[in-house]
RNA sequence: GGGCGCAUAGCUCAGUUGGUUAGAGCACUGCCCUUACAAGGCAUAGGUCGGGGGUUCGAGUCCCUCUGCGCCCACCA
């Protein structure tokens, strides 16, 4: 069957096609195949947000070209998605679109309406609402958002499995987290711990490890005195004199012999005179400042360790919401330091600074101007504040931050995968190695999987946080405010002697490290689960290895003693033309649902799949005009070959230069089928690339005549029987990266999806035809183009006489294709003979033109 | 301070165990309306492969060193 438009066009074909894969169901999952002929793969759930990101696209087509070359190969790829929709991104949108904030204490409103949508005035105050309002708000908000998203993933032609969906909020992405982690418990790999923890005053919620980052800010050094009761007052240098109520001692290196003989004595703290030890500790660090450093509860994490492992008491001032206790602490005794607190009690880190300073200033215990600095301080990678640190009670899972076996066996679960490029395996080794604590995954947030348990009260209504109430793995999912534990009433919740929900939700990374048991129906489908895990690959960004990627591999070691997967491949960023890396906050980020409009979605991906495995990428529309190109061409030359029609049945290859160009397309095959099973598409891609414009220019050139029928007919035969193998087998090459278009073109000749067709690895051997002969052809052929050139003439035109001389290997060659030469180069006269190198000489016709 | 990556034509990049005169595309320039394709084709030109040193018969490729750019990490008072 051919069935060949008169004029091809990409116009409209995204639809056309996206429609009949899902009618066919052509990237269905075929669930009855067992774990060897499965590939599947962890697809990184995108926060739903209603905007795709020019980087999805990017880094969603390497994955699809993978898990297209791999359906071709016979497996049946299990390749779900899922919408990460819970977390303090979903909260946050939320509260921009309608308007509100949620404020716990308040209760349920059931005829609470949002007072906008999308449209809140700037000016506006957001309204508190109740959690349950607030979460119902989220739910309504990330449904709309999804239904958008979908069709723009949809667009992207990424054949994943439609009906494998999840979300990370719905109810099997909660019940698997939440069992996931009383698995934890039960094993006691999860633990709580009332410790100073860095904690983010405005989202109101402390933070992990994995979620901070560093910033540059500018700050000052501000010199104090501290009075000693003999002799001269002691100086410090500190960055921040409002924790100076806080102090609880000073510090200086135990090798120090500026204030060895002083170990041991106090000294009075500037403002309060309040008395604290100086101290011995190795990590001051005797070239910074003076010295000499105070010690607060809590300035940095620095502090921490001075605190534990000095035994220092605490002094805490900085409430959850970053401002300084109201009440006077009692360890600040003298009316003159009972003063001076007033004045900064109740204030925020920024003007409880300047009030400390202004204070410092009138009492003369400041010396000289404070002396600005820019300086690396910690914030929450979503945060604008920076991190305080506040005691507080939180949940952990362990995760080899304070126990050195375990921390090895899970760097040697990073030396176990395969990474996609190799090198970034020392992202991972690096990260795990400096890990300085168990994972923090308790959130004081709203919109996310909550910690399914509650704790007895005493006869006073006191928390006993050690009398952990566990739920029955068949309830999960709970909301433990919601739902009341075994053997208790709902009327005794919060009462003394009853009990009370944990009130945290988990970090969402607790959700997302279990993604490739919510899509594999962990908890409710084992038959699925045994077909699919561990999974084969888990596509992702370098920038989340540290959080996403390890808690994974956390989270499966302690479940199943295993890594989730085994191979890890991973995308680099996308950077603007000027190399600055793409993100929303910098506002230049390019949106693609345009590019796909002006390029086509092939255009696009094939761009995307030029970027190599690992390599940020720079944005680069010429990339997507050669992909527009490459579309069209494939119209074209589809077009061309079938039109020469269909050869005898028992027509095959025989004329050497059509072994030839087969023998190179087997090695083209190889190539790509070797690169591929690295997950290195882009070079797949690229033989690819290379060989079909070589194809186009060169040999349909070369043999276009001889198809037609110029030659004998078993001549014509053997081109046409070449060009269609070559054709075919091209179509399947090119279809994991062009998906649109190459269906396109192989429909017009076969019935069935190029997709669900084999890939072509076992069609031919390299040594069907010899590919030496193709060189010297081609320095004849581009010989004669080039003497046509030179002389200002059509390439039609006539070459009164060819003279070659060369090699035996090179005239054989030669001789072998004198006929298909002679036609395409318009050749009257060819001279063929042997000499020492090859040399080529072109006698023109002379011009008959005026 | 530690780790990783990158540096090849004006631009974007190939160059896989070291092997003959270093490649492609884009851009530039010239030519060709050629019956698959003018939203095309053909061709010319363009590089001391970041600098220096070393190993080797031979180095863009391996080793050392320096420089520049980028990323990750770090206990940053």
């Known amino acids: 069957m051919t069935n060949i438009p008169d004029k091809p066009s990409l116009d409209g074909i995204e639809a056309r096609w996206m429609k009949r894969w899902e009618a066919d169901g052509t990237y269905r999952f075929d669930r009855g195949a067992s774990r060897d002929q499965v590939f599947a793969i962890d697809t990184p759930p995108p926060t739903a947000s209603g905007a795709l990101h020019i980087g999805h696209v990017f880094s969603y087509t390497h994955t699809d070209t993978i898990a297209r070359f791999q359906r071709m190969r016979g497996r049946s790829v299990f390749y779900p998605i899922g919408w990460d929709d819970n977390g303090l991104a979903t909260e946050r ?39 349950p309002n607030f979460v119902d708000l989220c ?15 949809r667009r992207l032609g990424i054949s994943i499995d439609w009906s494998l969906l999840y979300t990370t909020i719905g109810p099997r992405a909660q019940r698997t987290s939440q069992l996931a982690f009383l698995h934890n418990l039960a094993r006691g790999e999860a633990y709580q711990q009332d410790a100073p923890t860095l904690y983010d005053i405005d989202e109101h919620t402390a933070v992990a490890q994995a979620e901070m980052e560093d910033r540059d800010v500018p700050g000052a050094y501000y010199k104090l005195a501290f009075h000693r009761y003999e002799g001269e007052d002691l100086l410090i240098d500190t960055t921040r004199p409002e924790l100076l109520a806080s102090c609880v001692a000073m510090v200086a290196h135990p090798d120090d012999a500026r204030y060895q003989p002083l170990f041991g004595t106090t000294v009075r703290t ?23 450093a105070m010690i607060c509860t809590f300035g940095d994490v620095t502090d921490v360790t001075w605190w534990r492992e000095l035994n220092l008491p605490s002094r805490a001032l900085i409430g959850f919401d ?28 920024k003007p409880a600074q300047r009030k400390i300073v202004e204070l410092l200033g009138q009492s003369g215990e400041m010396l000289g101007e404070p002396r600005p600095i820019s300086h690396p301080v910690k914030f929450y990678e979503r945060g604008s504040r920076p991190l305080e640190i506040v005691a507080t009670r939180q949940w952990y899972i362990r995760n080899g931050g304070r126990d050195l076996v375990l921390r090895n066996a899970l760097l040697a679960r990073g030396d176990q995968l395969n990474w996609h490029p190799a090198y970034m395996r020392n992202r991972y080794q690096n990260w795990v190695g400096g890990l300085n604590g168990d994972w923090l995954v308790s959130r004081q947030r709203y919109f996310g999987v909550p910690i399914p348990l509650w704790y007895r009260l ?70 699925l689960f045994a077909r699919v895990f561990p999974m084969d690959m888990r596509p992702q960004g370098h920038d989340i290895i540290r959080t996403w990627l390890f808690a994974s591999v956390v989270r499966s070691h302690h479940e199943h003693g295993c890594l989730p997967w085994t191979n890890a491949a991973i995308s680099g960023f996308i950077l603007d033309p000027d190399r600055k890396k793409m993100s929303k906050s910098k506002g230049n980020v390019v949106t693609p649902i345009n590019l796909l409009e002006a390029f086509g979605t092939d255009a696009v991906r094939y761009w995307a799949a030029s970027g190599r495995p690992g390599v940020d990428t720079a944005f680069d529309e010429g990339q997507m005009k050669i992909g527009r190109k490459l579309g069209t061409k494939l119209l074209n030359a589809t077009k061309f070959v079938l039109g020469f029609g269909e050869p005898p049945a028992d027509a095959a290859p025989t004329v050497a230069i059509d072994l030839a160009m087969l023998a190179r397309l087997a090695e083209v095959i190889d190539d790509s089928t070797r690169a591929l099973d690295e997950f ?7 033989r690819t690339e290379t060989f079909f414009w070589w194809f186009c220019d060169d040999y349909v050139e070369l043999v276009k005549s001889r198809a037609y029928g110029s030659q004998a007919d078993v001549a014509a035969h053997s081109a046409r029987a070449a060009l269609r193998q070559a054709l075919d087998i091209v179509h399947r090459l090119f279809a994991p990266f062009v998906p649109f278009v190459t269906e ?20 031919m051997p390299a040594s069907i035809g010899d590919v030496s002969l193709l060189v010297p052809v081609g320095e004849v052929l581009a010989a004669v183009r080039r003497a046509k050139t030179e002389a200002k003439l059509s390439q039609r ?10 090699p035996p290997a090179a005239v054989a060659a030669i001789e072998a294709c004198r006929a298909d030469l002679a036609e395409a180069g318009g050749i009257a006269t060819f001279t063929l003979s042997e000499g020492e190198t090859l040399m080529i000489a072109v006698r023109l016709a002379p011009s008959t033109d005026v």
Not at 745 to 763: F, Y
């Open 93 to 131: 949108r939320v509260q921009n679109v309608t308007g509100v904030r949620c404020d716990p204490s308040l209760p349920f409103d059931p005829e609470f309406k949002a007072p906008y949508n999308g449209d809140v005035p700037k000016d506006h105050r957001a309204i508190p609402v109740s959690r």
């Open 139 to 153: 739910h309504g908000v990330i449904h709309d958002d999804e239904e958008v998203f979908e069709q723009l993933v």
């Open 270 to 292: 500037p403002l309060f005179g309040v008395e604290v030890p100086l101290l011995a500790h190795h990590l001051a660090d005797p070239d910074k400042g003076t010295g000499l």
């Open 322 to 349: 970053g401002r300084m206790a109201i009440d006077t602490p009692g360890w600040i005794t003298s009316p003159a330091g009972q003063a001076a607190y007033a004045h900064v009690a109740g204030l925020g880190p």
């Open 458 to 527: 005493d006869d006073e209504g006191n928390s006993l946080y050690d009398e952990v109430l566990i739920p029955d793995d068949s309830q999960l999912p709970i909301d433990p405010s919601v739902t009341c534990p075994a053997g208790f009433d709902e009327d005794q919740r919060g009462k003394p002697a009853g009990f009370i929900g944990d009130p945290d939700v988990m970090d969402t990374w607790a959700t997302s490290s279990v993604t490739p048991h919510i899509a594999g129906g962990w908890v409710d489908d084992p038959d």
């Open 680 to 686: 290195d598409y882009a070079r797949a891609l690229e």
């Open 744 to 763: 396109e073109v192989w429909s017009w000749w076969h019935d069935g999806s190029v997709h669900a067709s084999p890939w072509p690895a076992a069609d």
């Open 797 to 806: 035109a006539t070459v009164d006489e060819l003279i070659v001389d060369g």
